[in-house]
């Protein structure tokens, strides 16, 4: 899915104006509130997702905001919590539009040859364009990118991209924002379309200025999202190509109209490939060769793309991913699987010294899932979002079952920390777990968002 507007008058109402231009330069960094970590250190037993593979037991200790400790052996200084489940690196979502997550699945009456097809549909400006510009002239800034990353976060996801520098990026973030500023930092680019002509070209060449200059190691880019044999899309292709965008720092987006031959031309280029197969099959009918980039060596990360075609979540987006690649002939492990959306993912993204993985000294990004089969990849790759038990941000509890938030946080109370039912299951939800009490809590998101627009999607469904 791409956000620029399309259909008449491209370039009216707020929606063109706030989405249209990506996130081309390096942005300030964000305002940032005192933490609020849990009062002391603690340990969570259960099976572990290391980098060297899976323990059916182990020991995870979290201390100060990072991972202290991952050891086999039980740690007799902290506090242990029993969690029976499956415990790895929090899931990363690497191609979204987190602002169209407040709308409801679409169906889309018909199958389109590129992502201009269906930009043009009278179904895309009556179901997204037209109640996005009503939203960001009804709603404040930032609830809609609130709610979606409360979507993310309760299916395990502590990390997303494709957030509007319009929407976040002045904000201190809920889930990590992984295209804007991270750990100090601000290193990867976004651009929605390529340029045409001189439209767009300076954009684009301060980009490609920044990743020879080695500023910039991310460049988000969506590409060739159509069917295989489209001529616009086999036009875009070339002309990518001819612009040199394919570099080493280079995250193709979609790819889906790209043949053998041209996935191994960004292969050998170094790029990266960032797939999203439910929204893919669900607009043109069939999806990218992600087997084929596998085997051509390129590094493949899954993203959730956006509610109205693609998956309610990364955790649903993993079983799409694992039947297209049987059916491409290309099955993989479910280690490797669980990998797109961690390790392959943060290396995908720039951030491989700090996420992705569970190792002492990074940051306490984590994720515990019910288990409910004997390897441990397995399990996660069965769970959908009501396995969620508990999900971590830089050593924050920010969700998780009631019992175990309560315990974890020192039976922490506030305006931001409210009680849901989700998935019949009693859990709570800390929005504020940066710290401040100037963050809106989901219940405030919601009643800002259905006032304006009662046909916003559920999160919990």
């Known amino acids: 899915m791409a956000a620029a507007l399309s259909g008449a008058s491209p370039s009216r109402g707020p929606f063109a104006r706030a989405y249209r231009r990506g996130i081309p330069d390096e942005l300030p960094e964000p305002a940032r509130r005192p933490r609020a970590l849990p009062p002391a250190p603690f340990a969570l037993h259960g099976a572990v997702v290391t980098p060297d593979g899976a323990w059916s037991s182990g020991y995870v200790t979290v201390a100060n905001g990072l991972v202290d400790r991952v050891s086999k052996r039980r740690p007799g200084d902290v506090a242990v919590l ?173 790819g889906s109209a790209l043949g053998v031959d041209d996935l191994h031309t960004v292969a050998e280029a170094g790029c990266r490939l960032v797939w999203s197969p439910q929204s893919n099959l669900r607009l043109y009918g069939e999806t990218t060769l992600a087997g084929e980039a596998l085997a051509a060596g390129m590094p493949v990360a899954l993203g959730a793309d956006w509610l109205p075609s693609g998956s309610t979540s990364l955790l649903a987006e993993l079983k799409v991913a694992r039947r297209e690649l049987a059916r491409q002939g290309h099955p993989v492990a479910a280690a490797d699987l669980v990998a797109m959306v961690t390790s392959v993912a943060a290396r995908v993204a720039g951030l491989a010294d700090h996420l992705g993985a569970l190792a002492p000294g990074r940051p306490a990004d984590l994720l515990v899932l019910e288990r409910h089969h004997a390897d441990p990849y397995e399990s996660v790759c069965l769970a959908d979002p009501s396995w969620v038990e508990l999900v971590c941000i830089g050593g924050d509890v920010t969700y998780g079952r009631a019992d175990w938030f309560d315990r974890l946080s020192g039976q922490a109370t506030g305006t931001t920390i409210e009680d849901l039912l989700a998935w019949g299951r009693p859990m709570r939800l800390d929005t504020g777990f940066q710290g401040g009490g100037d963050v809106p809590s989901l219940s405030t998101v919601r009643s800002l968002l259905t006032a304006a627009y009662p046909a916003v999607g559920p999160i919990f469904a």
């Open 82 to 254: 029993e969690t029976d489940g499956v415990i790895l690196p929090g899931l990363l979502d690497l191609h979204g539009h987190p602002e169209f997550n407040v709308f409801a699945a679409w169906e889309p009456p018909k199958l389109y040859a590129n992502r201009y097809a269906w930009r043009r549909s009278a179904p895309y400006r009556a179901l997204v364009r037209d109640p996005q510009n009503l939203l960001l002239t009804q709603v404040p800034p930032r609830t809609q990118t609130r709610y979606a990353e409360v979507r993310a976060l309760v299916g395990g996801v502590t990390g997303i991209q494709g957030a509007s520098g319009a929407s976040s990026a002045t904000s201190e973030p809920l889930v990590r924002n992984l295209d804007q500023w991270a750990f100090g930092s601000h290193r990867a680019r976004a651009m929605i379309d390529l340029p045409s002509g001189s439209f767009g070209l300076p954009t684009y060449e301060r980009i490609k200025d920044r990743i020879t200059a080695g500023e910039v190691d991310a460049f988000y880019l969506h590409l060739s999202e159509g069917r295989r044999g489209d001529e616009v899309s086999a036009k875009e292709f070339r002309h990518f190509l001819d612009l040199g965008a394919a570099t080493p720092a280079t995250n193709i987006i979609h």
